[in-house]
């Protein structure tokens, strides 16, 4: 079946803009990830949605970060006033149920992000 | 709190070697731990996984993995390397809390 989706997979935007990156889980996956990627750096967490609620937030580096996921499927990662480090591979994954030993993640390709 | 480090950010092979990816483990609680493989623009895709059912986990592509609590690791390995081998691992663990964290990541590359 249909894995899990980004788009789009390449996104260069200036200094000061706003970029949405969205995401299509497996279809029937509850929760829903974004990790953040740099180069040379493992998948760092950002925030957990467990149906359309962000469940845990506590990754997203600063209030120009948000993310939603209105009905409990697409979700789309939101970031304003973009800087230059905010350059980076953003990964969504999702699982069926909330992580666990039973429910692994399921990445996408990732959107690759370069602020100029 | 949970953490996973990846000893050698770069590992070398000959083709048809031993490979030998290190993973040592930090947690609190019994951990649940993850390899992923990470091929060139694409995203993580999981190898194995060690759940507490048996100590020597099995995963695809002949890769496997042995949880060794006395030396907090989880080593992955695979008796003959293979040219499509080379990519990128990623060792994880399960936080408790929804996430998973990940280690830094090796690079593998196998020599023909």
């Known amino acids: 079946g249909a894995g899990v989706s980004q788009t789009p997979s390449n996104k260069v935007t200036e200094k000061g803009k706003y970029v949405e990156l969205r995401c299509d889980p497996i279809s029937g996956h509850t929760a829903l990830y974004w990790y953040r990627q740099s180069l040379g750096q493992g998948p760092e967490f950002l925030i957990y949605?467990?149906?359309?609620?962000?469940?845990?937030d506590s990754g997203l580096p600063n209030d120009r970060f948000f993310a939603v996921r209105p009905e409990g499927s697409v979700s789309t990662l939101k970031i304003q006033r973009t800087e230059r480090g905010d350059s980076a591979v953003y990964l969504c994954a999702s699982s069926l149920r909330g992580a666990g030993e039973d429910s692994p993640l399921h990445f996408g390709n990732g959107t690759r992000l370069t602020v100029t | 709190a949970q953490s996973v480090t990846q000893l050698g950010s770069h590992v070398s092979v000959s083709e048809r070697a031993l490979v030998l990816l290190r993973c040592n483990y930090s947690?609190?609680?019994?951990?649940?731990l993850f390899w992923y493989v990470q091929y060139p623009n694409q995203g993580l895709q999981l190898l194995l996984k060690y759940t507490s059912a048996a100590t020597l986990v099995k995963g695809i592509n002949g890769f496997e993995a042995e949880f060794k609590k006395s030396e907090t690791s989880f080593h992955l390995t695979k008796p003959s390397a293979h040219m499509s081998d080379a990519a990128e691992y990623f060792c994880?663990?399960?936080?408790?809390?929804?996430?998973?964290?990940f280690g830094t990541g090796t690079r593998l590359k196998v020599l023909a």
């Open positions: 949605f467990q149906g359309t609620g962000a469940a845990d």
């Open positions: 947690s609190s609680v019994p951990p649940y």
């Open positions: 994880a663990v399960y936080s408790g809390t929804y996430k998973y964290i």
